[in-house]
């Protein structure tokens, strides 16, 4: 099974890019890797999705390497709202694969 | 539209009590899963199904059983409760489609005594 593993925490300022780094080198052919964000006393929501190279959406960027052994999240000018957790996930679907890292807990301070 | 609800958001029981919690969801997902967050641990998985009448184990199955009997309706029971599955517990679902995102409720936080 495809395990990941993040940076417990990071500290940032607002109006900072942001890089996350998931290391996840058991990785498998059919897995993507997915990123979700964490408020306390709230469910996960997704952020961006991706096999390989490179995936844009409205709030992140998602670089894979050609090897897929590790993925980066940039947040492009994080504001105090994206003080949050961080999870990566590697997994293809609705099967008992999908693993979700320890998380990163993201502080961004004035 | 309400997304994925989740009952009850807190509930305090006794070692050896049973319980059952609901996870409801409005969007026709096909897939459904339970999950269990405690500190430090992250999100692990303990039991999804992956249509109606159909459950599948997950990570952390022991201690918990689940059903699917209508396609909108998750249960996970806890038939005798354990201070160890004193934890935050999400449920989600999914489109059906691998790959598709999951969709968190709310949570349930638990406490066994």
């Known amino acids: 099974l495809a395990k990941t593993t993040q940076p417990i925490s990071m500290d940032s300022y607002e109006g900072q890019e942001v890089n996350i780094t998931c290391s996840h080198n058991n990785i498998a052919t059919n897995d993507y890797i997915t990123w979700y964000q964490q408020f306390p006393s709230q469910g996960p929501r997704f952020i961006i999705q991706g096999y390989k190279t490179k995936v844009t959406n409205e709030v992140a960027s998602l670089f894979i390497p050609a090897d897929r052994k590790s993925s980066t999240l940039s947040l492009p000018r994080v504001s105090l709202s994206d003080t949050a957790v961080y999870y990566c996930?590697?997994?293809?679907?609705?099967?008992?694969?999908?693993?979700f890292g320890t998380g990163t807990l993201l502080a961004v301070q004035p | 539209n309400a997304g994925v609800t989740q009952t009850p958001k807190f509930r305090v029981l006794k070692t050896g009590q049973s319980m059952t919690l609901l996870c409801a969801q409005d969007m026709n997902h096909e897939y459904m899963y339970w999950y269990r967050q405690d500190p430090g641990m992250g999100l692990r998985l303990i039991h999804y199904s992956v249509g109606e009448g159909t459950t599948a184990k997950g990570e952390v199955p022991d201690g918990y059983n689940v059903s699917r009997l209508k396609k909108q309706n998750f249960l996970l029971g806890l038939e005798s409760a354990a201070p160890s599955q004193t934890s935050v517990y999400f449920c989600?679902?999914?489109?059906?489609?691998?790959?598709?995102?999951?969709?968190f409720g709310p949570g349930t936080r638990l406490t066994v005594l």
């Open positions: 989600a679902s999914q489109p059906g489609l691998a790959l598709d995102t999951q969709y």
């Open positions: 996930l590697v997994g293809g679907g609705a099967t008992n694969k999908l693993i």
